[in-house]
């Protein structure tokens, strides 16, 4: 085990945000200057070591600490634990100790208390349940992490749809649909930012050479796995290996193959196979989140079909740290706050012109920069 490794052991909530504050405090010409992702960061440890729990969450906290904070001035030894595995109408479902599961409505005390989110509650949530007599979710248990985007139809509202994640399932078509790389780039940015692990299958080897993009990815780190779904072909066996036991989120564009690519994992799961749009985009087949027992004893949290995945929340800066090729790089740039854009003497710009930053690369990190955050003005 590293040193890092060690350091934080047993301490999961206190474990440093992918090393941002550690990059930005290298990557600084100005040690005194702290940007916003390493102030939120910087805050939620401040909250932690200093927790006054009646006191109200003010606008500098992340949307995870303020969930904790309500969480902990929620918490009390009555009530049966349980866990949110979906959600049906108005109601929450919730499963038992024993496996079964239980629809409860949420206490109205506990409704809208966190501003600037779609959603109070998600998939991977620890509640407590009391019988007054019908089932309500009375208390909530802090969250060790969740992963959160913008939300498709009002930017200015973040919505969670997961909490308590051990690795985020990044599904990517090497064909029908085409592969878009642009996607597995803003999930792995996504997955940074929430300090979950993340996993990319390239899907539909048969119909395509991915051994190219699969290199790439592994340059950066992340484990990457070529199958074929539908055949139950590729690296399954590893890949079953390598979740065993945890808690996964599935995630990516309709029509890639998560659901044959589930049942090929978990032949006892039965996911939902949807049909291809002619026009390559896949048509939704799974309506709402949901959270599944596997009989490794991991949880599967199957997402709705998105098309579209916004970062949101960082500045130019924070991405390119987020992104290991880029943020190599970044310390050569002339100007410390350097968003790879526009500036002079830019190294990231360089080394993507010199071929040592993958195009596809460079190109995700512009158009989250462009498309999903306000650019900086020249």
């Known amino acids: ?76 030894p009555t009530g049966e634990p349980a ?51 019908e089932p309500v979710i009375s208390a909530l248990e802090p969250r060790r992490n969740q992963l959160e985007r913008a939300d498709s139809h009002n930017r200015a509202l973040i919505h969670v749809f997961a909490a308590n994640i051990d690795v985020l399932v990044i599904v990517a078509a090497l064909k029908e649909p085409d592969l878009k790389r642009g996607l597995i780039d803003r999930y792995l940015v996504l997955a940074a930012a929430c ?25 950066l780190g992340a484990p990457v796995f070529l199958t074929v779904g539908n055949l139950g072909a590729g690296d399954l066996e590893p890949l079953r290996e390598h979740l065993r036991g945890k808690t996964c989120v599935v995630c990516g564009q309709s029509g890639v193959g998560k659901s044959s690519l589930i049942n090929a994992l978990h032949p006892g799961f039965k996911a939902r196979i949807g049909v291809v749009a002619e026009e390559g985009h896949g048509r939704h087949t799974t309506t709402s989140a949901r959270s599944e027992l596997l009989p490794d004893g991991g949880r599967l949290v199957d997402t709705p079909g998105i098309r579209e995945c916004a970062v949101t929340g960082l500045t130019p800066l924070d991405v390119a740290l987020l992104m290991p090729d880029l943020a190599a790089f970044h310390p050569k740039c002339r100007f410390a706050d350097c968003s790879h854009l526009h500036e002079p003497d830019c190294a990231v710009y360089a080394a993507a012109e010199d071929g040592q930053i993958a195009v596809s690369r460079f190109e995700s990190y512009r158009s989250i920069i462009q498309e999903d955050l306000v650019e900086r003005p020249s």
Not at 196 to 213: R, T
């Open 83 to 133: 866990e949110i595995c979906g959600f049906q109408g108005r109601q929450v479902v919730v499963r038992r100790a024993d496996g079964s599961e239980l629809l409860c409505e949420i206490r109205s005390v506990l409704k809208k208390q966190v501003a600037g989110v779609k959603n109070l509650l998600c998939v991977g949530d620890r509640v407590r349940v009391e019988f007054v007599p």
């Open 195 to 219: 300090d979950i692990p993340a996993v990319v299958i390239l899907n539909k080897a048969d119909l395509a050479d991915g051994h190219e993009d699969a290199a790439l990815y592994r340059s």
């Open 1 to 76: 085990m590293s040193g890092d490794e060690s350091k934080y052991k047993g301490r999961e909530r206190h474990h440093p945000r992918s090393g941002l504050g550690r990059l930005r405090a290298a990557n600084s010409k100005d040690t005194a200057r702290v940007g916003g992702w390493e102030a939120r960061a910087e805050d939620d440890a401040f909250l932690e070591r200093h927790a006054d729990h009646g006191r109200r969450s003010h606008g500098g906290e992340s949307l995870l600490a303020r969930f904790n904070r309500l969480a902990q001035g929620t918490q009390a």
